[in-house]
Antibody, heavy 122, light 109 residues
């Protein structure tokens, strides 16, 4: 059974930084694209970015709204996905979910974590 | 304002059939598979439909997906109270080079 567990959320001031983690078990870590998707309070889902699989060198891709401020990486030995967030804004306040893609062919987010809440406020 | 347009709400009574639409363009729905997610209150989204009309194991056949041109639909037959949730469509957008979500539809049973 696939399990994804996010951690690292919390309260941060505007302009600050935060690092989220997502640890995954029950799947071949190196073979799946892994994504971050966020949901602002009372709003819809928004794709943040992803890392591709090992064959594609775990290359990262980002949504325009976070490109240049957020960095996604993964550590195979820790079976973990990371989201480094800098220059945080109030509009980054959201629950952040990690999700794996089933066959790496699109938004086929077959498994999701429970999410971690990030609040950007002074 | 999402690139994919969904009605904000839908409703039905137990046993009825409801459909939820998702309207896009040639750079997304018109050229790629559509995915659907169900989000029950206070929980993470759940994988509901993939590659436009395929169901993951464990998803009842009451749920079905379809596509025509630049629009897609999710149909739920034999509606049940446990179907009350938010539903999101998602698709890869060739112009944006990334996946996009519809704004979501809140289904009331």
């Amino acid at each position: 059974e696939v399990q994804l567990v996010e951690s690292g959320g919390g309260l941060v001031q505007p302009g600050g930084s935060l690092r989220l983690s997502c640890t995954g078990t029950g799947f071949s870590f190196s073979h799946h694209y892994m994504n971050w998707v966020r949901q602002a309070p009372g709003k819809g889902l928004e794709w943040v970015g992803r890392t591709r699989d090992k064959v594609n060198s775990y290359n990262a891709e980002y949504a325009a709204s976070v490109r240049g401020r957020f960095t996604i990486s993964r550590d195979e030995s820790e079976r973990s996905l990371y989201l480094e967030m800098n220059s945080l804004k109030s509009e980054d306040t959201a629950v952040y979910y990690c999700a794996i893609e089933g066959d790496n062919s699109g938004p086929d987010f077959e498994s999701w974590g429970q999410g971690t809440l990030v609040t950007v406020s002074s | 304002q999402s690139v994919l347009t969904q009605p904000p709400s839908a409703s039905g009574t137990p046993g009825q059939r409801v459909t939820i639409s998702c309207s896009g363009s040639s750079s997304n729905i018109g050229n790629n598979y559509v995915y659907w997610y169900q989000q029950l209150p206070g929980t993470a989204p759940k994988f509901l439909i993939y590659k436009t009309n395929q169901r993951p194991s464990g998803v009842p056949d009451r749920f079905s997906g379809s596509k025509s041109g630049t629009s897609a639909s999710l149909a739920i037959s034999d509606l049940r109270s446990e179907d009350e949730a938010d539903y999101y469509c998602a698709v890869w957008d060739d112009s944006l080079s990334g996946p996009i979500f519809g704004g979501g539809t809140k289904l009331t049973v």
